[in-house]
C-alpha cells in the first residue's frame, strides 16, 4: 500500500529561547515522510531549488521515502523562518520565502497515480485540485490546509473539500472554516462540506477526532522537554496516515480502524518537538514507539 504526499520541502529558520537553528530541513512533506516511514512506501513530491542540500534528500530516502518526485529547479528553496515564545507553544513567522515554490505545479509521476492514499499538505487549494485530478480513484484521502487558504480563496478550498475523505485542521482554523465557537458543531459543519471525518488537533492539548458516530479526544504525551515543535502537525499526519495503509484502511473501514489510527498520530508526533528539523523523530525506534503509545493509552484508561 503506497501513500503519496505532496507538500513544502523546505529549509526552515528557527528561533527558541535557548538556540536558533538556521536553514535547516523542514517542510511538511519532509516531516510527513520521515514520521510514516515503515508503514509503506512514502512517495514525496514537491520542489526544491539549486540551494537544496543533496544530503537533505538522501536523508530522506535513507528513510525509505522515494524522492524521485522531488523536482529540483533554478532558484532557491522555501524557507520559512519563525520564532517561539518563550511558551514553545506560539510562535511568530518571521519570513515565507516561497522561492521556487511560487511555481510548483504538481506532476505526478504515472506511476505513482494509482497510489492507495494520499495526504494533500498545506499548500494553494487550487494545486490540491490539480493533484486530485491527476489521481486514479485513491482509497483514502487526507487533507491539511491553513488561515490564509480560508481566507483568500474560501471557493476552491471548499471544491477540494468536497472531494477528500478526511480533514486536518487546528481549532482555530476549523472555527474560522465554518464560523462556529464549538468544535463539535463546527465538526458537524465541516462533514457536511465533504471530509466524513474530521480530526482537530489542539497542540500541547491532544487532537479531537470527529468520526462516523464517533468521536475520541486524544491528550497528547507530556513531554520532558520541547525543543522545537515546528512540524509536529506533519507528523501527526504521517503516524496516522500510515497506521491508516498499514492497516490496509478505506473510507468504509470500521470506526475501531481510524481511531487506532489517531493513537498512533499521536504517539508520533510526540516525538517531532524533541529535536530541532525532524532529528526528534529520527531518534523514535519500535522500542520507544511502543513505550508511547502505551504511555497514551495509561493517559486515557484509568
Ligand atoms: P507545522 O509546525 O506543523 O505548522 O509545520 C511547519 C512546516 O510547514 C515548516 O517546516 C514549514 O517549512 C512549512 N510551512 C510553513 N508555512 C508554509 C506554507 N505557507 N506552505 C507550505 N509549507 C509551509
Known amino acids: 500500500m503506497s501513500i503519496l504526499v505532496v507538500g513544502s520541502v523546505a529549509y526552515d529558520t528557527v528561533e527558541t529561547a535557548r538556540e536558533k537553528r538556521e536553514r535547516q530541513l523542514g517542510g511538511s512533506a519532509s516531516y510527513f515522510a520521515v514520521?510514516?516511514?515503515?508503514?509503506?512506501?512514502?512517495?514525496?513530491?514537491?520542489?526544491?531549488?539549486?540551494?537544496?542540500?543533496?544530503?537533505?534528500l538522501e536523508l530522506l530516502s535513507r528513510q525509505g521515502a522515494d524522492t524521485t518526485g522531488i523536482v529540483r529547479t533554478d532558484g532557491k528553496s522555501f524557507h520559512w523562518s519563525g520564532r517561539y515564545h518563550a511558551d514553545m507553544i506560539e510562535r511568530d513567522t518571521l519570513a515565507t520565502e516561497l522561492g521556487v515554490f511560487a511555481e510548483f505545479q504538481p506532476e505526478i509521476p504515472p506511476a505513482w497515480r494509482s497510489s492507495e492514499y494520499?495526504?494533500?499538505?498545506?499548500?494553494?487549494?487550487?494545486?490540491?485540485?490539480?493533484?486530485?485530478?491527476?489521481?486514479?480513484?485513491?482509497?483514502?484521502?487526507a487533507l491539511d490546509t491553513m488561515n490564509l487558504w480560508i481566507e483568500t480563496t474560501p471557493e476552491k478550498l471548499h471544491e477540494v473539500l468536497a472531494r477528500v475523505d478526511i480533514l486536518l485542521v487546528n481549532d482555530g482554523e476549523a472555527r474560522q472554516?465554518?464560523?462556529?465557537?464549538?468544535?463539535?458543531?463546527?465538526?458537524?459543519?465541516?462533514?457536511r462540506m465533504g471530509p466524513k471525518r474530521v480530526?482537530?488537533?489542539?497542540?500541547?492539548?491532544?487532537?479531537?477526532?470527529?468520526?462516523?458516530?464517533?468521536?475520541?479526544?486524544?491528550?497528547?504525551?507530556?513531554?520532558?522537554?520541547?525543543?522545537?515543535?515546528?512540524?509536529?502537525?506533519?507528523?501527526?499526519?504521517?503516524?496516522?496516515?500510515?497506521?491508516?495503509?498499514?492497516?490496509?484502511?478505506d473510507r468504509n473501514s470500521k470506526e475501531a480502524v481510524f481511531r487506532q489510527a489517531m493513537l498512533d498520530g499521536t504517539a508520533t508526533a510526540s516525538?517531532?518537538?524533541?529535536?530541532?528539523?525532524?532529528?526528534?523523530?529520527?531518534?523514535?525506534?519500535?522500542?520507544?514507539?511502543?513505550?508511547?503509545?502505551?504511555?497514551?493509552?495509561?493517559?486515557?484508561i484509568p
Not at 118 to 141: C, E, K, R, S, T
Not at 177 to 182: P, Q
Open 118 to 141: 494520499l495526504f494533500l499538505a498545506n499548500i494553494h487549494p487550487a494545486l490540491q485540485l490539480h493533484v486530485l485530478d491527476q489521481m486514479d480513484g485513491p482509497q483514502l484521502v
Open 35 to 56: 514520521a510514516a516511514r515503515g508503514r509503506g512506501p512514502v512517495r514525496c513530491v514537491g520542489v526544491v531549488g539549486a540551494d537544496f542540500r543533496a544530503e537533505d
Open 177 to 191: 472554516l465554518t464560523g462556529l465557537r464549538s468544535l463539535a458543531r463546527a465538526a458537524e459543519a465541516i462533514a
Open 199 to 249: 480530526i482537530i488537533k489542539k497542540g500541547e492539548h491532544g487532537a479531537l477526532y470527529f468520526g462516523v458516530d464517533s468521536v475520541l479526544a486524544v491528550p497528547a504525551l507530556i513531554l520532558d522537554d520541547v525543543v522545537d515543535p515546528t512540524g509536529a502537525g506533519d507528523s501527526f499526519a504521517g503516524g496516522f496516515m500510515g497506521a491508516l495503509a498499514a492497516a490496509g484502511a
Open 271 to 300: 516525538f517531532c518537538p524533541e529535536g530541532f528539523s525532524v532529528e526528534g523523530l529520527l531518534a523514535m525506534t519500535d522500542e520507544s514507539y511502543a513505550r508511547r503509545l502505551q504511555a497514551l493509552r495509561g493517559m486515557m
